[in-house]
């Protein structure tokens, strides 16, 4: 699912399709980290986020 594509579409229903299938059906049933890892097949990690912000911010500040 390409969030930032549908986003930039304003596309948000298959945005919303996808949490209702994936996450907030199973939301009583599971651990906020056994959700995240069902939902994603990777378990919670700050890495992604890590990934992006040295992507996002190495170009600007000449890092």
Known sequence: ????????????????????????????????????ERATGEKLSAEPFVEYVRGKFEDLYDL
């Open 1 to 36: 699912l390409d969030v930032d594509a549908l986003v930039r579409e304003e596309q948000f229903e298959p945005i919303h399709e996808w949490m209702t299938e994936h996450v907030h059906r199973h939301g009583q049933r599971y651990t906020t980290p056994e959700l995240i």
